[in-house]
């Protein structure tokens, strides 16, 4: 039988839902072997120079000298009751000791297994609403077509013009799907990937980040002002030149037509920024701690409506960020614009001449 089955039902469940009281079990057992191996071995000893000293101290006593070596079955009458009294408080002893070392243990065992799950149940976690998040917004493409495509199999007198008005739609649909699936890949590479840092330009950063957008800024009559320095920060250029253009992808895409999109550097301290600033309707101070989080959209603050995105763009630039060593700090006001900052650490050049 099943030695759980002897268990109450709320330990049942306890054993049965927390990973954790099952691996501090397996430590404090572990512990109570040693800890019984160590009474073991502690017991002996102790007993034997017990009797070795009461048996010396009786022939003292006695006025005798010893005629051999100790022999521990040969007790003389008037040591054993000492040593009888001795091995009793020896072993109360222990068992107070191996009472405390294990319940010591134990809760010791069940903190630092909670500490050890912890980040495993987060990732956990973060997994489950990532896949929950991804296809939820597969399915509403998806729903879209299979809906447009069931209502026009059903008209007969579906015209050409609209059947050619119902294709563009679903090519609409399906580009959605295309941009989802290139993110979602995009973030899957980027998991677990190393880089080796360099010394970057990041005035070279933003030139191959207005190259990119340049033709997205034209369609919006966007001017994209580029006033950066060569700030020197170690980092990947590659990857820092994705993220740049991310968060300009980001600033242009929300900002209003005819507006301006500003790319400046600096060096505060030890880190040299970049920053990207747009004058777009801005971001609300609820949503902001939350525009890096996967599939997180600000629709009513950021987009207005007006840009559509599946919100794994910013979560993307933040883990290209960490990569890089580098932070991305975000400020915003609502009805003028928000501006994007990226912080590296200064190249070892860079500040050598800052120190000096």
């Known amino acids: 039988m099943n030695w759980l089955s002897h268990l109450p039902v709320r330990l049942r469940q306890l054993w049965d839902d927390e990973p954790a009281v099952r691996l501090a079990a397996g430590y404090a057992f572990i512990l109570l072997i040693l800890s019984l191996i160590f009474s073991f071995v502690l017991y002996h000893f102790a007993v034997g120079q017990l009797a070795r000293g009461l048996n010396h101290q009786y022939l003292e006593y006695r006025g005798e000298a010893p005629t051999g070596p100790f022999d521990p079955s040969h007790i003389p009458t008037g040591v054993q009751s000492y040593l009888d009294d001795g091995r009793h408080n020896l072993i109360l002893n222990l068992v107070y000791f191996n009472v405390v070392i294990i319940v010591l243990g134990a809760g010791l065992s069940y903190l630092l297994a909670k500490r050890t799950f912890r980040p495993i149940e987060e990732a956990l976690a973060s997994q489950r609403r990532f896949a929950s998040d991804a296809s939820h917004e597969l399915r509403t493409p998806l729903a879209v077509m299979q809906t447009e495509i069931e209502i026009a199999r059903a008209d007969p007198r579906l015209s050409r013009d609209e059947a050619i008005e119902l294709l563009g739609s679903n090519l609409d649909e399906v580009k959605k799907l295309h941009q989802l699936s290139d993110s979602l890949l995009r973030l899957a590479r980027s998991e677990g990937r190393s880089l080796t840092?360099?010394?970057?330009?990041?005035?070279?950063?933003?030139?191959?980040?207005?190259?990119?957008?340049?033709?997205?800024?034209?369609?919006?009559?966007?001017?994209?002002?580029?006033?950066t320095t060569a700030v020197i920060v170690l980092a990947d250029h590659e990857t820092l030149a994705e993220l740049a253009a991310i968060l300009l992808d980001n600033a242009i895409k929300y900002s209003p037509d005819g507006s301006t999109v500003t790319l400046t550097t600096a060096v505060q301290g030890h880190a040299g920024w970049l920053t990207i600033i747009d004058h777009g309707p801005g971001i609300a101070a609820s949503d902001l701690p939350h525009i890096f989080d996967r599939f997180y959209r600000a629709d009513k603050s950021r987009t207005g409506g007006q840009a559509s995105g599946h919100g794994l763009g910013l979560s993307l630039a933040k883990h290209i960020a960490e990569l890089n060593e580098a932070?991305?700090?975000?400020?915003?006001?609502?009805?003028?614009?928000?501006?994007?900052?990226?912080?590296?650490?200064?190249?070892?050049?860079?500040?050598?001449?800052?120190?000096?």
């Open 197 to 227: 840092l360099t010394n970057v330009s990041l005035s070279r950063v933003a030139d191959d980040a207005v190259d990119r957008l340049a033709g997205a800024a034209k369609a919006k009559r966007i001017q994209l002002i580029n006033d």
């Open 327 to 356: 932070e991305i700090v975000a400020t915003s006001q609502l009805g003028k614009g928000s501006s994007f900052t990226i912080k590296a650490r200064l190249g070892e050049d860079e500040l050598s001449q800052l120190e000096g």
